[in-house]
């Protein structure tokens, strides 16, 4: 039966790597000659299609299967690259004692050839495999100038790699446009299937939640380097309460293989390593093995944002966990504002925001998914403007066991507010709303801090600090006090 899932899984739903996942399982079952003829053909189709996606440029347009089987074979190049390097450093650190002996230096001789042989044996196997990925070719490139002493033939990898390289930056732009027409950015399969390591956060962790890999761009978007994350328990990723409670999702996962978040987009929240936290969204599926020997792997993107909405995280009890990049220009409140406290606290009428939230705290999947949990014109307070009406629906991320809500919030209609600026007694730009910020042709981000006189024509521009310092009690007519 094992056998047949894995068919239907690899035949009819194309996945590819639940059906490798069910096979590894399978080996365990000790199967008869038939079923390991079965299996041994289906490891072959794997390996044939394996070898056809390595054919790419780089390791960049790999399935998900293949980066974790890539990854480990260029840990394992570099280890051995490491190992010969450290022969050829012991040997210098024998001609440095004042008494050297023969036999001491023919050992060393001996460990430097030895570690040379290996590395080139480990780096000719992973080329046979890879033979046109740009990382192992620089890779050996390099080993074959500074352990081999080999320059001209260093020098014909380096020109491939470049050649290679330059082949791909002239194809990618392509590539992403065809991507963007023919995937859903939300499917599943389009985030898993083929990883792109330049562009999308990749964590691979086993049964017990021990991170194996991290790649580059998940560690520029949690701020840590790969030594003080490697090794590390993947749930220091999460806020609490969700960091103490996955360990335990991982055990009943391995007790009774029932899955809640495998191989389905889900939009949570992150924290990172200054403390705050931050949406995203997360597609995670078992790579390899089963039970305690099972890998996974997760890729992340930051959460795609609308234009027309911002959203806050909010945990069942009613606080904030984090709020959309653009809360601050809607409201004039910085997270710091926002996190950890009472979501109602946004309203001119706390009440209304209760009374929706407890409403979500019981509805069924179906109203979250038709949309049912909202209310209208929601007065949200502003900081430094009139509360503004809005449209607010809830919506519902994590699991059915411990839920997350996420309150889209969506202007009833236009406001004021969305043109708004904010000084200070020095006349220095304190808030500004990113449409107006347009306007003056920079960002509400550049604009901070500046001074509001350098934006005006001439002569106001000289008079007015003068005016801002020292403003007369009679608001003149042509004041913009005057409005």
């Excluded at 590390?232 to 996962?253: E, G």
């Excluded at 304190?430 to 001074?451: C, N, P, R, V, W």
Aim: with cysteine.
């Amino acid at each position: 039966m094992v056998i047949i899932n894995a068919n239907f899984l690899a035949n009819v739903q194309n996945n590819k790597q639940g059906s490798n996942s069910q096979l590894q399982g399978a080996i365990k079952l000790e199967p008869n000659w038939c079923d390991k003829y079965v299996m041994f053909m289906r490891e072959q189709e794997h390996m044939a299609r394996l070898q056809k996606s390595t054919t790419s440029a780089s390791e960049s347009a790999i399935d998900l299967v293949g980066y974790v089987e890539f990854q480990r074979n260029y840990k394992q190049v570099l280890r051995v690259h490491k190992s010969a390097l450290y022969a050829q450093r012991n040997f210098w650190k024998v001609l440095l004692h004042s008494n050297v002996t023969f036999t001491a230096l023919v050992h060393a001789f001996k460990r430097i050839e030895s570690a040379k042989t290996r590395a080139d044996r480990t780096y000719q196997t992973v080329l046979e495999r890879y033979p046109t990925n740009v990382k192992v070719l620089r890779a050996y490139a390099r080993f074959l100038e500074d352990v081999k002493n080999d320059p001209w033939a260093a020098s014909k990898y380096y020109t491939e790699a470049d050649r290679l390289e330059e082949q791909e930056g002239g194809e990618q732009n392509e590539k992403s446009n065809n991507m963007l027409e023919l995937t859903d950015p939300t499917d599943t399969s389009s985030m898993l299937q083929r990883v792109d390591e330049k562009s999308n956060a990749v964590c691979v962790c086993n049964a017990s939640g021990t991170i194996h890999m991290a790649n580059k761009v998940l560690l520029k978007m949690f701020g840590y380097r790969k030594a003080v994350l490697e090794g590390k328990n993947v749930s220091m990723l999460m806020p609490q309460p969700f960091s103490s409670r996955h360990n335990t999702y991982m055990r009943n996962y391995q007790l009774t293989g029932k899955a809640k978040i495998l191989d389905h987009v889900r939009e949570v929240v992150a924290l990172h390593r200054d403390h705050y936290v931050f949406p995203v969204s997360i597609n995670v599926t078992k790579v390899s093995g089963t039970g305690t020997d099972a890998l996974f792997m997760g890729v992340l993107k930051p959460a795609v944002e609308d234009a027309n909405s911002v959203k806050a995280w909010i945990m069942p009890g009613g606080a904030m966990l984090c709020v959309g990049a653009r809360f601050t220009d809607w409201f004039g409140m910085s997270p710091a504002d926002c996190v950890g406290k009472p979501f109602s606290m946004l309203a001119d009428e706390p009440e209304a925001l209760n009374r929706l939230l407890d409403h979500a705290m019981t509805a069924p999947d179906e109203d979250f998914q038709a949309g049912r949990i909202s209310a209208e014109r929601v007065m949200i307070t502003h900081k430094y403007a009139d509360p503004q009406a809005m449209d607010i629906t809830i919506d519902m991320e994590g699991t059915s066991d411990s839920r997350l809500f996420v309150a889209i919030i969506r202007r009833h209609a236009s406001s004021s507010s969305e043109h708004l600026m904010v000084t200070d007694h020095k006349g220095r730009i304190m808030y500004i709303t990113s449409k107006l910020a347009a306007i003056l042709g920079g960002t509400a981000q550049s604009l901070q801090q500046q001074e509001i006189n350098k934006y005006m024509a001439q002569p106001f521009m000289q008079l007015h600090g003068k005016w801002i310092k020292d403003p007369s009690t009679k608001i003149p007519t042509y004041s913009c006090r005057a409005g």
